[in-house]
């Protein structure tokens, strides 16, 4: 992905804002947006911000995973099962 054609000063997005948002709804790539030629924000289309958020969530539950693994904090899976047989939820 080439960032450098994405990347516009706010006077830009100020001019164009609709034709903007539905460049980033069509591409799905972030633009950037600078102020006094500084990147200063990334804007993006709403279905790739949830994604985003969608992974992050997922990594932050592997990551945790991964933590209790390390510290023990696990069930073997025979324990597991026999406990939901005992409770009738599994058969």
């Known amino acids: 992905m080439r ?4 990347i516009k000063p706010i006077s830009y997005l100020k001019a164009n804002a609709a034709t903007v948002m539905t460049t980033l709804a069509e591409s799905r790539s972030p633009m950037i947006i600078t102020q ?3 990147a200063k924000a990334v804007i993006q289309d709403i279905a790739s911000y949830e994604q985003t958020q969608e992974t992050i969530a997922l990594l932050k539950i592997l990551a945790l995973g991964q ?3 390390k510290a023990g ?15 009738g939820k599994f058969t």
């Open 73 to 87: 904090e696990v069930t073997p899976v025979k324990d597991v099962v026999q406990r939901l047989k005992n409770k």
């Open 36 to 38: 006094n030629g500084e």
């Open 67 to 69: 933590q209790q693994v």
């Open 3 to 6: 960032y450098s054609e994405q």
